[in-house]
C-alpha cells in the first residue's frame, strides 16, 4: 500500500517545490513510528500487567503456605521434644520412687545404700542422691563423684526439697550450673508413706542436650528449652546454656510465658538478633518450654524461587507479546500511515496528489474525502491567486508611505537641533510618493515666505511675499491644504498663483499649511508641469507630511531654549563650585595668607573673565598689589617695586575713597586715571576696584582688569564682593592666630623660668640650711661641750624645724626638676618584693612608736619588674608615711599583686578617712585635706603631687579609695616593664 | 497441594545450595595429640574414639583430616619440643591429655582442647574461668581430685579395715598432686594414714615399693598420669604379690589387669573433645568455649586379677560395677 502512494505521488507531481513534500513525508515517520511503539507497547503492558498480578499473587500465597508449614513442623518438632523431656523426668521420678518405699528403721540402711548405688548405675543422669528420713534429716548420701555419706544428720527441715516434696509429694528444683558449667536440676520425691522420707537427687540436665542438639529444624533452624523463668537450659551451642543465658527479654519467650492467652507470636528476633519462625511446646511438669526455630530467609526461600519463575515467564510473555504487538500494529497503521502520507501532500501543497486505499472500509471512505477536498482546494487555489495579486499592490503601496513617514520620523529623531534635515527629507519623499514634478518648502518669517527646502527641477522661488491670490499663501491664511486642479483655468481667485504658474509652467498644484498650535509656520507645495490632479490619498499624505515638518520645527526650538536654559545654569554652577572652592582654601589653609588671597583673586579673576586683577593693600603713599593674576613676570617685578597711587589717579584710590565698587569703562577715555604706567605691559580699558571692608571701613580693594571695553556684568560685581568679604575674613583670621600664637609662647617661656628659678633657689636654700643642721646636731652631740637643758631643748626645736624646711625645700626641688623636665628616670631591674621590704624595715620604727600595727602582704609570684627603683620607693615611703602619719590606732597594710604586664601596690590604713571632696585635692602642690588634724599633723602638701608624678612617668597611675571615719586605701599600678619614661601630667 | 510440593521442591534447592556443611568443603583440617606417654595411636583406645567422634561429626581420616600425634614416652622435658613439631605441621587444634602437654600447648598458643587427665584447670592455672576460659585452651575438666575421695571410699568399701594407704603419683604433674592432696586430706576425714609415694621417673618405683615392703599399707591407690600408667604392670605385680586391693582411674587399667578402676567414661571424654575440635575446625575460639565435665563415671571390676590376688570381692561390690572383667 506504501508503495502505492509514492508512485501516485510521483506521477501526479504538481509545479510545487519537491524540498517541501520531502520534508512533510520524514516528519511522517517519526509520528508513524510513534504510533507504531504505542500499539506495540500497550500489547506489551497488557500481558505484562497480567503476568505480574498473577505472580504477586502466587509469591504471596506460596510464602504463606510455606510458612504456615514451617510453624507447624516446628510445633510438633518442639511437641516432641518436650514429650521426650517429660519422659526423660517421668522415668527419672519413678526410680527415685523405689527408693522411698523403704520405712526408716535402722535395720534398712544398708540396703538403702545399696538401692541408691544400684538406681546411679541405672540413671546416668543422677550424680548424686540424698535420702532423709521423715523427720527431715539426712540419713544417706551417694554420689558418682565422693564418697558415701552416712548418717550426717544435716537438716532439711527448711530446705524447698523436703517441705515442697513432703507437701507435694514430689519437688522439681530449679536448673543450677555445676562449677558454672553443668547444667543441674534437683528433684524430689516423698514415699508413698508418711514415714519413708525424701530422696533428693541431683539430675544432670546436660543429657537433655543431647534430646535437643538432635533436633532438626527446617534446615538451619534450632531448637531450645529455656526454664519457667526465662533462662536457657538447653541449646545445641553448649557454650550459650553455660554463660546461663536470659532469654526472658525475647518476644517468642515473654508470649510462652504469658500463657495460652492470644496467638502464639510466629515471627520474631532470635537470641542473635536474626528474625526467626519460632514454635514452642511446654514441659508440663516442669514449666520448661521448647522452642523450634528457623530462620526467617527459610520461609522467603520460596517467596525468592517464585520471583524467579515469574520473572522468566515475564520474559517469554514479553518475547511473545512483541512478536504479536509488531504484527498488529502494522496491520492497523499501514493504512493510516498511507493516508497520512497522502494527506501530508497535500497539506504540503501537492494538490495533485490522490491517495488509494483498498481496505474497503472507513478509512477508504476518508481517503475518498481527502480525493474530494483536494479537487476543490486546486479549483479555488487560481481565484485566490489573483486576488492576493491586487492586494500586495495596495500593500506594497501603504507600505512605501509608512516607509517614507518613518524615515521622516528617522530624521527628524536623528537631527533634534536641525530642521533643515527634516524639511529635506519631507521634499524628497513627497516628489516620490506623490508624483510630483517639484516640492518646495517654505517657512513663514513676518509677512514673507521663505524657501526653506526644495526637490524636483523646476527653477526655485528663494521668497514670496504672502499674498492670498497665491495657492500657498492661501493655505497659510486658512490653515488648510489649498488643491487647484488647473491654475491656468481657476478663475482669479488665484491670480497671483496664475501668474507664477504661468512663469514657472506647472499646471497642478497642492498647497499644505505646516499648522502648530492654531499657528501656520509655513506651507509644503508639490507641483505638476500637467493637469492631473491629486488623489485624496496624496492630500492625506501630504498633510502628515506637514504635520511631521510642524513637530521637527517645534522640536528644535524647544530643543535651542533648552540648550540656553543648560547654559545659564552651568554657568551658575561654576561660579558657585568656585567660591565653594575658595572657601574650602580658606578654611584648610588659614594660616598660609598668601595661598588664600592668591586663589581668591585667580578664581575671582576667572569667574569674572578679567584677564589681569589683583588684590592691593594699602601701604604709606599708596597702595601695593599683594597678590596679582595674569600679571606677566615683568609687570609682577614693576608691581613690586611700585607703589599705586592713592586718590582719584587710580581706581584703587578711588574705591578706597568711596568705600564702594567702581568701574571705570575704559581707562582711556578717563581723563583723571594717571596710573598709566601700567600700560607699558598691556592693554588696559575695562576695570573694576572691589573694596574689600571690616568693619565698614576698606582694608583693601580687589583691581581686576580687561584689555578690551566691555562692562562687568551686575553678577560678576557681585561675585567679586563676596571674594571681597572672603579675603577679609582671611586676612582676619591669620591675624587673630598668629596673636593666639605668640601669646601662648609666651606663657610657656615664663612657666619655664618659674621652674627654673625654683630649681634654683632651692638648690641654694639647701646648702645653707644643711650646714645649720650639721652644726645643730654637733652641739647635741656635746662635740663642743656639754650644752644646758634650755639650749638643748631649743637646738632641738631648731634640728625639728630646720629638717621640716630641708623637707620641704627638697620637695619642692623634685617638683621643680619635674615641671622643669630635669627630672629622668633612671631605670634598672628590680625586686619590687625587696623594694617593699626596703620601705617595710625603713618606716616599721615610725609605726611601733605609734603602736600601730603594720603588715606587709606579697603574693608569691611577684615577678622582676624594669624601672627607677629608688624613685618608686619614694612614692611607696610617702604613701606609707602618710599612712602612719594620719593613723592613730588600728594598722597600715602594705600589699601589692602582679597582673597583666603590670603590678599594684595599695596602702590601706584605718586613720580618719578623706572626704570624697577632698580626694581629688590632695594630689595638687601645697593642698592638704581640709580637716582639722590635717593642719595638726603638719606636712608640705607636695608629697603626694611628686608621689603622683613619678608613678605617671612610670606610665602608671594613683589613686586613692575613702570612706570618711574608716580609713583610707591607696592604691598605684605601674608597668612590669616600663620601655621609656612618660611625661608627667602639667 | 501438587503446587505446594513443588514449591517446597525449589525451596529445598536453594536451601541445599546456600548452606554447605563444613564437611563437603575441600580444606583438609589438622588434629593434633600431644601426651607425656606413648603417641596416641588413631586406630586404638582413646585415639580410636577421638578419630571415630571426628568422623560422625564429618571428618574423616585420610580425607578431610590429617592426625598427628605425639608422645614424650615418659619424658616430660620432651613436651615443648614435641608441641612444637606440631605447630610447625600446621595443626589446627592439638588435643592433649595430662597436664604437663595442656600446658606446652597453651604456651604454644595453639588451639587446644583438654581431653582428660589435666587436673581442674583453674586450679593449675590453665584458664581464669571453666565457663569463659578466655585463652587458647578448653576441653574437659575432670573432678579428679573429688574422685580420689570417692576411690578411696570404694576402697574402704571393699576392705572396712583400712587404715593405711599407698598413694602412687607422679609428683611433677602438677594436676597429679592436686589429687594427691586432696586424697590425703579425704583420707584424714576417714581415720585413714596415705602413704605418700611421690614418683618422678621409672627407677623411682623401686624406692616406692622398697618403702612399702618397710610400712606395709592396706591398699594401693595410683594416680594415673603417663609415668604411672606406664609402670602400671610393676604396681600390678607388686599388688598381686602383697594380696593387696588396689584401685586405678581409669577403665582400660582394669581391663588390663588392675583390680578396680573408677573414673570418668574415657570413651564421652573423647567424644566431647571430638565436639569441641570440631567447633574450632568450624572457626570457633577456644576463649568461647566453656569447659565442660564429665557425666558418667564407670567403676570396672577385674574378677579374674581379684581371683588370682586372692582378694575377696562381696557380692554386693560387684553387682554396683559398670563393668566386670572376668
Known amino acids: 500500500m506504501k508503495a502505492d502512494v509514492k508512485q501516485n505521488a510521483s506521477a501526479a507531481t504538481t509545479g510545487l517545490d519537491r524540498p517541501d513534500v520531502a520534508a512533510a513525508v520524514s516528519g511522517a515517520s517519526v509520528v508513524r513510528s510513534l504510533l507504531f511503539v504505542k500499539y506495540v507497547a500497550l500489547l506489551i503492558a497488557v500481558v505484562v500487567l497480567a503476568l505480574i498480578a498473577n505472580g504477586i499473587f502466587e509469591v504471596w500465597f506460596s510464602y504463606r503456605e510455606h510458612k504456615s508449614a514451617l510453624i507447624d513442623t516446628q510445633r510438633l518438632q518442639a511437641q516432641a521434644a518436650a514429650d521426650k523431656i517429660e519422659e526423660f523426668i517421668t522415668q527419672i521420678d519413678s526410680q527415685l520412687g523405689w527408693t522411698t518405699q523403704l520405712p526408716w528403721t535402722d535395720g534398712t540402711l544398708d540396703q538403702r545404700r545399696f538401692d541408691a548405688l544400684r538406681l546411679l548405675r541405672q540413671v546416668p543422669a543422677i550424680t548424686e542422691l540424698a535420702q532423709i528420713d521423715a523427720s527431715g534429716h539426712e540419713q544417706l548420701k551417694v554420689s558418682r563423684l565422693t564418697m558415701d555419706v552416712v548418717g550426717s544428720g544435716i537438716d532439711y527441715l527448711d530446705k524447698p526439697e523436703f517441705k515442697l516434696a513432703m507437701a507435694n509429694k514430689v519437688y522439681y528444683g530449679p536448673v543450677y550450673f555445676r562449677r558454672e558449667s553443668e547444667p543441674y536440676m534437683t528433684i524430689a520425691l516423698a514415699g508413698a508413706r508418711r514415714d519413708s522420707g525424701v530422696s533428693v537427687a541431683q539430675v544432670n540436665l546436660k543429657l537433655i542436650w543431647d534430646v535437643v542438639s538432635k533436633i532438626q529444624v527446617g534446615a538451619n533452624g534450632r531448637a531450645y528449652v529455656v526454664d519457667g523463668g526465662g533462662r536457657l537450659i538447653a541449646h545445641p551451642d553448649i557454650s550459650l546454656v553455660l554463660r546461663n543465658t536470659d532469654m526472658s527479654h525475647l518476644a517468642q519467650v515473654e508470649s510462652a510465658r504469658a500463657g495460652s492467652a492470644g496467638d502464639p507470636v510466629q515471627t520474631a528476633l532470635d537470641i542473635a538478633g536474626h528474625e526467626v519462625l519460632t514454635a514452642f511446646a511446654p514441659v508440663v511438669p516442669l514449666g520448661w518450654y521448647v522452642f523450634a526455630e528457623t530462620p526467617i530467609e527459610e520461609a522467603y526461600a520460596p517467596l525468592y524461587t517464585s520471583i524467579q519463575r515469574t520473572g522468566y515467564v515475564l520474559l517469554g510473555a514479553l518475547g511473545l507479546a512483541f512478536i504479536a504487538g509488531l504484527f498488529l500494529a502494522g496491520r492497523m497503521v499501514g493504512p493510516i500511515q498511507a493516508l497520512r502520507a497522502g494527506a501530508a501532500r497535500i497539506g504540503a501543497g501537492d494538490l495533485g496528489q490522490r491517495i488509494k486505499i483498498r481496505t474497503g472500509d472507513e478509512v477508504e471512505a476518508l481517503a475518498n474525502q481527502f480525493n474530494d477536498m483536494a479537487g476543490k482546494l486546486q479549483e479555488s487555489y487560481a481565484d485566490l491567486e489573483k486576488k492576493v495579486e491586487l492586494r500586495t499592490h495596495e500593500l506594497s503601496d501603504a507600505l512605501d508611505q509608512q516607509t517614507a513617514i518613518s524615515e521622516i520620523l528617522r530624521v527628524t529623531s536623528n537631527s533634534p537641533s536641525d530642521v533643515q534635515p527634516v524639511l529635506n527629507s519631507v521634499a524628497e519623499h513627497a516628489a516620490h510618493i506623490c508624483d510630483a514634478q517639484v516640492v518646495e518648502v517654505f517657512l513663514l518669517e513676518g509677512k514673507v515666505l521663505r524657501d526653506a527646502a526644495w526637490y524636483g527641477d523646476f527653477p526655485r522661488l528663494s521668497e514670496i511675499p504672502l499674498d492670498r491670490a497665491t495657492v500657498i499663501g492661501r493655505s497659510i491664511y486658512d490653515r488648510q491644504p489649498v488643491h487647484v486642479a488647473d491654475l491656468l483655468t481657476a478663475g482669479d481667485e488665484f491670480a497671483a498663483g496664475r501668474e507664477y504658474a504661468r512663469k514657472m509652467g506647472h499646471r497642478t498644484i497642492l498647497a499644505v499649511p505646516l499648522v502648530r498650535e492654531g499657528r501656520a509656520l509655513g506651507t509644503i507645495t508639490i507641483r505638476r508641469a500637467e493637469v492631473r490632479p491629486f488623489a485624496p490619498k496624496h492630500i492625506a499624505l501630504l498633510s502628515t507630511f506637514a504635520d511631521q515638518a510642524a513637530i521637527a520645527i517645534e522640536n528644535v526650538r524647544l530643543f535651542e531654549a533648552e540648550q540656553e536654559r543648560t547654559h545659564e545654569l552651568s554657568e551658575s554652577l561654576r561660579q558657585q563650585t568656585a567660591t565653594a572652592d575658595v572657601l574650602k582654601i580658606i578654611s584648610r589653609t588659614t594660616f598660609d595668607l598668601q595661598t588664600v588671597l592668591d586663589t581668591l583673586v585667580e578664581s575671582a579673576a576667572r569667574l569674572c573673565e578679567a584677564e589681569k586683577a589683583s588684590i592691593n593693600r594699602a601701604e604709606d603713599g599708596g597702595y601695593r598689589a599683594v597678590s596679582t593674576y595674569g600679571f606677566s613676570p615683568e609687570l609682577k617685578q614693576f608691581a613690586a617695586e611700585h607703589l599705586i597711587p592713592a586718590g582719584p589717579a587710580s581706581v584703587t584710590g578711588r574705591t578706597v575713597a568711596g568705600g564702594a565698587t567702581v568701574q571705570v569703562l575704559d581707562v582711556t577715555a578717563d581723563a583723571e586715571y594717571k596710573t598709566t604706567a601700567y600700560m607699558k605691559f598691556g592693554k588696559v580699558r575695562t576695570l573694576l576696584g572691589v573694596p574689600m571692608l571690616r568693619e565698614g571701613m576698606p582694608t583693601g580693594v580687589i583691581t581686576m582688569m580687561r584689555s578690551e571695553v566691555r562692562p562687568f556684568t551686575d553678577k560678576q560685581i557681585e561675585l567679586a564682593q563676596t571674594f571681597a568679604d572672603q579675603a577679609v575674613i582671611a586676612i582676619e583670621n591669620v591675624r587673630l592666630f598668629e596673636e593666639i600664637q605668640e601669646k601662648s609662647r609666651q606663657v610657656e617661656e615664663a612657666s619655664k623660668h618659674k621652674s627654673q628659678f625654683l630649681a634654683n633657689m632651692s638648690h641654694e636654700l639647701r646648702t645653707p640650711l644643711n650646714a645649720i643642721l650639721g652644726y645643730t646636731e654637733l652641739i647635741l652631740d656635746g662635740i663642743y661641750g656639754d650644752a644646758p637643758d634650755k639650749m638643748r631643748n631649743v637646738l632641738d626645736r631648731v634640728q625639728t624645724n630646720g629638717r621640716h624646711l630641708l623637707g620641704l625645700i627638697n620637695d619642692v626641688l623634685d617638683l621643680s626638676k619635674i615641671e622643669a623636665g630635669q627630672l629622668a628616670l633612671r631605670l634598672s631591674d628590680y625586686s619590687i618584693k625587696e623594694m617593699m621590704e626596703g620601705v617595710y624595715v625603713a618606716v616599721e620604727p615610725l609605726a611601733g612608736n605609734k603602736k600601730l600595727g603594720f603588715r606587709l602582704e606579697l603574693s608569691e609570684d611577684l615577678p622582676t619588674a624594669y624601672g627607677d627603683e629608688r624613685r618608686l620607693s619614694q612614692v611607696l615611703l610617702n604613701l606609707v608615711g602618710n599612712a602612719i602619719k594620719f593613723t592613730d590606732t588600728g594598722a597600715v597594710t602594705m600589699k601589692a599583686a602582679a597582673a597583666n604586664g603590670s603590678y599594684t601596690i595599695a596602702v590601706n590604713d584605718t586613720g580618719p578617712g578623706i572626704a570624697e571632696d577632698d580626694q581629688a585635692k590632695i594630689f595638687e602642690e601645697f593642698k592638704q585635706s581640709e580637716a582639722a588634724q590635717t593642719k595638726a599633723k603638719g606636712g608640705t602638701g607636695l608629697g603626694l603631687s611628686i608621689a603622683k608624678r613619678i608613678v605617671e612617668m612610670h606610665g602608671g597611675r594613683l589613686w586613692v579609695e575613702s570612706t570618711l571615719g574608716k580609713g583610707s586605701t591607696f592604691f598605684f599600678t605601674v608597668p612590669l616593664k616600663v620601655e621609656s619614661q612618660a611625661r608627667a601630667e602639667e | ?326
Request: charged share 20%.
Open chain 2, 1 to 326: 497441594m501438587k503446587r505446594r510440593q513443588v514449591l517446597q521442591l525449589l525451596a529445598g534447592a536453594t536451601l541445599s545450595m546456600s548452606c554447605g556443611a563444613v564437611a563437603q568443603t575441600s580444606k583438609t583440617y589438622r588434629v593434633g595429640t600431644l601426651t607425656v606417654g606413648p603417641p596416641i595411636p588413631p586406630t586404638a583406645g582413646t585415639g580410636k574414639m577421638l578419630v571415630e567422634g571426628l568422623e560422625q561429626r564429618g571428618f574423616k581420616l585420610g580425607q578431610n583430616l590429617v592426625y598427628e600425634a605425639r608422645g614424650a614416652a615418659g619424658k616430660v622435658s620432651q613436651t615443648a619440643n614435641l608441641m612444637q613439631e606440631l605447630k610447625a605441621a600446621n595443626v589446627d587444634v592439638v588435643v592433649t591429655v595430662s597436664y604437663p602437654a595442656a600446658a606446652a600447648a597453651k604456651a604454644s598458643g595453639v588451639p587446644t582442647v583438654i581431653a582428660s587427665g589435666s587436673g581442674d584447670p583453674v586450679k593449675t592455672g590453665l584458664v581464669t574461668s571453666l565457663a569463659q576460659p578466655g585463652g587458647n585452651v578448653t576441653g574437659i575438666s575432670d573432678d579428679a581430685a573429688a574422685l580420689s575421695t570417692k576411690r578411696l571410699g570404694l576402697l574402704k568399701q571393699l576392705s572396712p579395715q583400712l587404715r593405711r594407704v599407698a598413694m602412687l603419683w607422679n609428683k611433677d604433674d602438677l594436676g597429679m598432686s592436686q589429687r594427691y592432696d586432696a586424697s590425703a586430706k579425704a583420707a584424714q576425714e576417714m581415720g585413714v594414714t596415705v602413704l605418700p609415694l611421690g614418683v618422678r621417673e621409672p627407677d623411682d618405683f623401686n624406692d616406692a615399693f622398697t618403702t612399702m615392703d618397710s610400712s606395709r599399707p592396706d591398699a594401693i591407690l595410683m594416680v594415673s598420669d603417663s609415668l604411672t600408667l606406664l609402670n602400671r604392670k610393676r604396681v600390678f605385680d607388686y599388688a598381686a604379690q602383697h594380696r593387696l586391693p588396689a584401685i586405678y582411674e581409669q577403665d582400660f587399667v582394669a581391663r588390663d589387669g588392675g583390680l578396680m578402676s573408677y573414673g570418668a567414661d574415657q570413651k564421652e571424654s573423647f567424644d566431647r573433645a571430638a565436639a569441641l575440635v570440631t567447633k574450632i575446625f568450624e572457626g570457633a575460639k577456644p576463649a568461647d568455649l566453656p569447659f565442660e565435665l564429665p557425666t558418667r563415671y564407670l567403676l570396672v571390676v577385674n574378677l579374674k586379677t581379684a581371683k588370682a590376688t586372692g582378694i575377696n570381692l562381696p557380692p554386693d561390690f560387684v553387682a554396683l560395677a559398670d563393668e566386670v572383667v572376668e
